[in-house]
């Protein structure tokens, strides 16, 4: 199972929903998030992935890929390319320092309530690497 895949999100929503950390972390959280991959083909990414999570008071309620007119009914909409996605899911990169340095792009969204949920944002990783899933050929 391929990263930012439907089957993958919906893996990553089971994980999420049985993480007391997650939960505890997120209690106030309550706008869905995209996460989108950008296209590089050299890397075995011919177009843009992207996944909706429905993210609501420490649960997510539904986790599914969305295409990219599609990301307008999110609030939060945060994407990079495939090899920062690598790191951030090999713990190389922190999800809300990359997105202040850079790294991340917040495409929509308020950076000041983000950066209220450093920790959600930890335990989110953490239930992604859960949920287990490849990174694209090339980055192997």
């Known amino acids: 199972m391929e990263v930012f895949t439907d089957e993958w999100a919906k893996t990553w929503q089971v994980e999420l929903n049985k993480s007391e950390q997650y939960r505890t972390s997120a209690t106030t959280w309550e706008w869905p998030l995209a996460l989108k991959m950008q296209r590089d083909p050299s890397v075995g990414v011919p177009e843009d992935r992207a996944i909706l999570l429905d993210l609501y008071h420490g649960q997510c309620r539904d986790a599914r890929?969305?295409?990219?007119?599609?990301?307008?009914?999110?609030?939060?909409?945060?994407?990079?390319?495939?090899?920062?996605?690598?790191?951030?899911?090999?713990?190389?990169?922190?999800?809300?320092?990359?997105?202040?340095r850079g790294k991340l792009a917040l495409e929509k969204g308020n950076m000041s309530t983000l950066s209220q949920y450093v920790m959600a944002a930890k335990h989110l990783v953490e239930c992604a690497l859960s949920a287990g899933g490849e990174m694209p050929e090339g980055l192997k």
């Open 65 to 100: 890929v969305v295409s990219t007119e599609d990301l307008s009914s999110a609030t939060y909409v945060i994407s990079a390319d495939p090899y920062t996605w690598k790191q951030i899911f090999e713990r190389k990169l922190e999800p809300i320092s990359s997105i202040m």
